[in-house]
């Protein structure tokens, strides 16, 4: 098992400039979501989904989308980056009970100039 | 709302001394508590979980949790500290929340370990 992988490690964006950052996961879990990572603050929820379809958001969501069209993909866009939006990202993926460990992806470093 | 509070930034301990990383949570219903470590440019690695049942949780790298209801803490601690365990701790606890009951993490602020030779 691959477990969750995540592209690009590093990404540079001028302000307004748009890209997606990918997830994957070869664990079949339901739930996977993204995280920002900022200093100080521990992690924060910008989207998430329970399934194929079927996505919501989270605490920080704004400039961000996401959609699910399998299982394993779970791609977070930025519509028009911000400095604001420098920060690391991860990507995560569980099964579905409360009790269930998430597993983390390595992240993606992104800096917005 | 769910919560966790990491009240040390930085803890600092010698090689061979226990280390204990604080965490104290708030939940309405039963708490689902675990804690991750992160090592520098890495993603986060699972490290134990409390679900139920024993106060004394044991997990990976010979790190163990002591459940405190009374308290509301889930305390992380090791018996004898190696300078291979500095990273950043986190704190987490789990509950339904959202549109779709999404078992959502609420993260602590993390505390930093720093084990000195």
């Known amino acids: 098992n691959a477990g969750v992988t995540q592209t690009p490690k590093f990404q540079v964006l001028k302000t307004g400039q748009s890209m997606t950052l990918q997830c994957a996961q070869d664990?079949?879990?339901?739930?996977m979501s993204w995280y920002r990572q900022d200093p100080g603050m521990g992690l924060r929820l910008i989207h998430y989904?329970?399934?194929?379809?079927?996505?919501d958001q989270g605490e920080v969501p704004n400039g961000y989308n996401v959609s699910r069209s399998t299982t394993e993909d779970f791609p977070l866009r930025l519509l028009s980056a911000a400095p604001s939006q420098t920060s690391v990202y991860f990507c995560a993926s569980s099964y579905s009970g409360v009790w269930e460990t998430q597993y983390f992806g390595p992240g993606t470093r992104l800096l917005v100039l | 709302a769910q919560s966790v509070a990491q009240p040390e930034d930085q803890v600092n301990v010698a090689e061979g001394n226990p280390l204990t990383v604080k965490c104290t949570y708030s939940?309405?219903?039963?708490?689902?508590l675990f804690w991750y470590v992160q090592y520098p440019n890495r993603g986060l690695q699972f490290l134990l979980k409390y679900i139920t049942g024993d106060n004394l949780v044991k997990g990976s790298y010979g790190f163990e949790a002591e459940f405190n209801k009374s308290q509301t803490s889930f305390h992380l601690k090791k018996p004898s500290a190696l300078v291979s365990d500095s990273a950043l701790y986190f704190c987490?606890?789990?509950?339904?929340?959202?549109?779709?009951?999404?078992?959502?993490?609420?993260f602590g602020s993390g505390t930093k370990l720093n084990v000195k030779p």
């Open positions: 939940v309405s219903g039963n708490p689902y």
């Open positions: 664990m079949n879990h339901e739930y």
């Open positions: 989904s329970v399934g194929a379809g079927i996505t």
């Open positions: 987490a606890v789990r509950d339904l929340e959202g549109l779709y009951n999404f078992n959502k993490f609420y």
